[in-house]
């Protein structure tokens, strides 16, 4: 068993005198030590008076600094509830070459008293807030997301509407927050009902309004809390799904807590009991503590200053294989408003080495696997799967065929083409220019060797997606490099050969084919005066001339309109 401070005795020892120069007495807790721990119990000086600490080293030492808890203290800043731990410096601040356990305690406990509420240096510690449920030991992998709102209008008590997606632990969203009359208040900007399909999924909980912030504790505790505010809640309300295999009773605590440095505004904190009923059981079962998140588009959409910005855009790509499917993935990450995939194929367990998502998608149409992950992972985004061959005859008699080509250009604000098929993008370009849409088109090469990212304005005058063909004709644009035509491979149990490359490396050409998309979107709806981006096409080279591996080389040109091209 590695033990620091044995490996490391000319370590040890300058700890020992640092704290003896410090006048900081000091044992070792030897129970401890002999598991392979080193926890020491000091005593030092605070405000004049004896202060009992004890400081927790961790087994990489000096790489990482001690924790100190200080069980007498209770300060009002950066000190976490229930275990006392004092926060006296952050990790990146530690110098494991120079510093010790005396410096940190000598230096940064007055630090820390200056900083609490009135004290000098209140506002030199940083401007972290310290929301309670940040500390909270919450059930593991439960998450409730609970819709942000307005304390300052919450009557004393009422109701919820909870989706739930299981229950031990508890994972859902509340869908509403109601008022004893069962008005509607507050609801989730996440999710809605439509989430929720399955009979039984939608239950019904019961919240009240703390007039304070309620202690730190467990979930019992909260209970007890909750029904301290308003005793009705001692008898559980009962509700269970269709199945009827269990009954679970939910309350959420809702009080004012600092979300802002000195920022007040509406927390929450939900807790279940979940009782089984097959078998029988008089056991009620005991409560849990969840891990509930504040959730709304402004919260979401706060980490990127223009992501908001996106929400005004409506993107449709056509063609989500495996350079397309990373492009609509980043759309919706990056707050895209609304997003049309549109794609004929299904996903072959064996394609999930370069597709987005994996083998459980298999034999699923791939815009339709698409829609049902977005859609589960970023809601901000309202997403349409279309599983459709633009341009294939057979399509033809289709009446519904009419209403599949208005999804490539009503309300759309960018037009993109991830094909990889002639054809199709010469059809989607002279589509896009004539609705007036800007147009990204993209590709990889065989091998994964390198690629292309193009785009055309809206207007007819504009470079466009034929110029770039006839630059290619005549090498302003060079050959895109690319593995011999006879690596291809036909796996089996397929029709067509197909190309080869990963994922890792066909992602450099959806990355960047994402943020041309992104630009172009927030350029047209005025959130940018110009684009970020001069060129109109950017050739990849993952590859040099030999087939050598290199690292990523992306060329940009700016064309003017090709003198050859019959689209001007």
Partial sequence: ?????????????????????????????????????LILNLAVQWEGQPLRLVAHFPTPYPYFP????????????????????LCLLKVDEW????????WMLTSQLQEL??????????????????????????????????????????????????GVEQVNPLRGTVLE???????????????????????????????????????????????????????????????????????????????????????????????????????KSGNVGKPRLNRTELESRANYFQRDAMSAELQKGCVAVVGVGSVGSPVAKSLAQSGIGA???????????????RWELGRQGAGYPKAHILQRYIEANWPYTKVEGVNWRVGDAQYAANPAEPELFEKLFTDVTCLVDATAAK????????LARHHGLPFVWMHAT???????????????????????RYYLDDRTIPKLLAAPEEEKIQPAGCLDATFIGSQVDLSEVSQMGARLIIDEVLTRVGAKDNSAYEWNVAVLELHDAQGRLQLPKWTPYVLPPHPKCPKH
């Fill in 1 to 37: 068993m590695y033990r620091w401070w044995e490996a490391n005795a000319a370590r040890w020892e300058c700890e020992q005198q640092a704290l003896g120069d410090a006048g900081i007495e000091f044992s070792i807790d030897q129970p401890a030590a002999k598991a392979g721990r």
């Fill in 66 to 85: 001690p924790i100190v808890f200080a069980k007498d203290l209770s300060l009002t800043r950066h000190q976490t509830p229930g275990s006392s731990q």
């Fill in 95 to 102: 110098d494991g070459q120079t510093d010790t356990l005396a």
């Fill in 113 to 162: 008293h200056a900083a609490q509420p009135g004290g000098l240096g209140e506002d030199a510690q940083g401007y972290e807030a310290e929301p309670l449920t940040a500390y909270l030991a919450k059930d593991e992998n439960s998450f409730v997301g609970f819709p942000t709102y307005d304390f300052d209008v919450l009557p004393a008590s009422g109701t919820f509407r909870i």
């Fill in 177 to 279: 927050v109601l008022d004893q009359d069962g008005h509607r208040m507050f609801a989730s900007e996440a999710k809605s009902a439509s989430n929720y399909a399955s009979p039984g999924q939608i239950m019904v909980g019961r919240w009240v309004k703390l007039s304070t912030r309620p202690a730190f504790g467990d979930a019992k505790r909260f209970y007890d809390a909750a029904i301290e505010a308003l005793p009705a809640l001692a008898s559980p309300l009962w509700q269970r799904p269709s199945s009827g295999a269990w009954r679970a009773d939910f309350i959420a605590l809702l009080f004012q807590d600092e979300l802002g440095f000195k920022e007040l505004g509406g927390n929450a904190v939900v807790v279940n009991k979940t009782q089984l009923l097959k078998p």
């Fill in 339 to 353: 997003l049309r995939v549109i794609d004929h194929d299904v996903l072959d367990a064996g394609n999930a080495i």
């Fill in 423 to 430: 054809a199709t993008s010469n059809y989607l370009a002279d």
């Fill in 446 to 468: 065989n091998g994964a060797w390198g690629g292309l990212v193009g785009r055309a304005g809206p207007n007819k005058g504009d470079f466009c997606w034929m110029c770039h």
